[in-house]
């Protein structure tokens, strides 16, 4: 009998009433272990800290022990605590697999899928699902229209579509959002700028280089986290080209037309092939984050609302950084 087996034994004695043990316990439990805290397992379960600080002492408080010592920077489970985590990853799968049994009939989902998606969404893990998902539904047919993230949520707020992938800094009303997927900016130049062959370059170097920047990279907008961090470290140069479109803002940069703030996992290959070098070490500059969207008085067609369902399990199955990866 395994250590698991052991423990779930115990989360099962008739001393422990269902009442008591609550299974959304042990899943916030499990995603605060993955995400290695309680801020980041709030932002991927769309809840409060103090929700999932609740969450955590009432669990501790029924199992009878500590589960994890989170102080100074530090983060470590105790025995009890990787037990727990062992049993809660365990139980997850099951209700998965239940999850996924009592779901729509595959045969019975047939239609056109309409999705609104925010450009270069890059994700080996959504990739899977895409496939899963097909596999599932073969008698869905997609319609994916790739736009701007402004532009996906208003139409979602006037109904226009049913879902949208894409950035949304901050809550809009009318609109349910689920947290899918983080990008880290990171400030980059290109071959052709006089920085790209300086050994070494920091933030004083910078500050009075021009910029390409995104046309939503303003105050209020989906991207001002950049423009916050540009007024910030007091950057005097000038915005020497802007555009919508990640692919145009790439094209510049290389072109050294201005530095810019791109997402580190875009630009791995360009930086591999010598096209574009990360300019500042030390961490992200800013991590903006994308989300799975829909109007939550729309009424959902099959195809939208199997897919909906499948992927907040997918989200609730695959952790932030592998999906992000």
Same mark, same amino acid.
């Given at each position: 009998?395994?250590?698991?087996?052991?423990?779930?034994?115990?989360?099962?004695?008739?001393?422990?009433?269902?009442?008591?043990?609550?299974?959304?316990?042990?899943?916030?439990?499990?995603?605060?272990?993955?995400?290695?805290?309680?801020?980041?397992?709030?932002?991927?379960?769309?809840?409060?800290?103090?929700?999932?600080?609740?969450?955590?002492?009432?669990?501790?408080?029924?199992?009878?022990?500590?589960?994890?010592?989170?102080?100074?920077?530090?983060?470590?489970?105790?025995?009890? +605590?990787?037990?727990?985590?062992?049993?809660?990853?365990?139980?997850?799968?099951?209700?998965?697999?239940?999850?996924?049994?009592?779901?729509?009939?595959?045969?019975?989902?047939?239609?056109?899928?309409?999705?609104?998606?925010?450009?270069?969404?890059?994700?080996?893990?959504?990739?899977?699902?895409?496939?899963?998902?097909?596999?599932?539904?073969?008698?869905?047919?997609?319609?994916?229209?790739?736009?701007?993230?402004?532009?996906?949520?208003?139409?979602?707020?006037?109904?226009?579509?049913?879902?949208?992938?894409?950035?949304?800094?901050?809550?809009?009303?009318?609109?349910?959002?689920?947290?899918?997927?983080?990008?880290?900016?990171?400030?980059?130049? +290109?071959?052709?700028?006089?920085?790209?062959?300086?050994?070494?370059?920091?933030?004083?170097?910078?500050?009075?280089?021009?910029?390409?920047?995104?046309?939503?990279?303003?105050?209020?907008?989906?991207?001002?986290?950049?423009?916050?961090?540009?007024?910030?470290?007091?950057?005097? +140069?000038?915005?020497?080209?802007?555009?919508?479109?990640?692919?145009?803002?790439?094209?510049?940069?290389?072109?050294?037309?201005?530095?810019?703030?791109?997402?580190?996992?875009?630009?791995?290959?360009?930086?591999?092939?010598?096209?574009?070098?990360?300019?500042?070490? +030390?961490?992200?500059?800013?991590?903006?984050?994308?989300?799975?969207?829909?109007?939550?008085?729309?009424?959902?067609?099959?195809?939208?609302?199997?897919?909906?369902?499948?992927?907040?399990?997918?989200?609730?199955?695959?952790?932030?950084?592998?999906?992000?990866?």
């Amino acid at each position: 009998m395994t250590v698991a087996d052991h423990t779930a034994a115990r989360l099962l004695h008739p001393s422990l009433s269902s009442e008591r043990m609550d299974w959304n316990l042990l899943r916030t439990f499990m995603f605060v272990v993955q995400e290695r805290g309680v801020g980041r397992a709030a932002n991927v379960l769309c809840l409060s800290q103090p929700a999932v600080s609740q969450a955590l002492r009432r669990l501790e408080e029924t199992v009878g022990g500590v589960l994890l010592h989170r102080r100074n920077g530090e983060f470590r489970l105790t025995t009890l +605590g990787e037990e727990i985590y062992a049993v809660a990853r365990e139980m997850y799968g099951m209700v998965s697999r239940i999850d996924g049994a009592a779901g729509h009939a595959a045969d019975d989902v047939a239609g056109t899928l309409r999705l609104f998606l925010m450009s270069r969404v890059q994700s080996a893990a959504y990739d899977d699902f895409l496939a899963q998902f097909h596999r599932r539904y073969p008698k869905v047919e997609f319609r994916i229209d790739v736009m701007q993230s402004a532009a996906i949520l208003d139409a979602l707020a006037k109904g226009t579509t049913a879902l949208g992938i894409c950035l949304c800094r901050k809550p809009v009303e009318k609109l349910e959002r689920r947290l899918f997927l983080r990008h880290r900016y990171v400030i980059v130049c +290109g071959r052709h700028h006089p920085l790209f062959a300086q050994r070494t370059v920091g933030i004083d170097d910078i500050l009075g280089q021009n910029f390409v920047c995104f046309a939503s990279d303003q105050l209020g907008d989906t991207l001002s986290p950049l423009t916050v961090f540009r007024d910030q470290q007091g950057f005097t +140069g000038h915005i020497a080209g802007t555009s919508p479109y990640v692919e145009e803002i790439r094209r510049m940069v290389v072109a050294g037309v201005g530095l810019s703030f791109l997402p580190e996992h875009l630009i791995r290959q360009d930086v591999a092939n010598g096209e574009l070098k990360i300019l500042q070490a +030390g961490g992200p500059v800013a991590e903006i984050d994308v989300f799975l969207t829909w109007h939550r008085q729309r009424k959902l067609s099959a195809p939208e609302q199997a897919f909906l369902d499948s992927f907040e399990r997918f989200l609730q199955r695959v952790p932030l950084e592998v999906r992000t990866a």
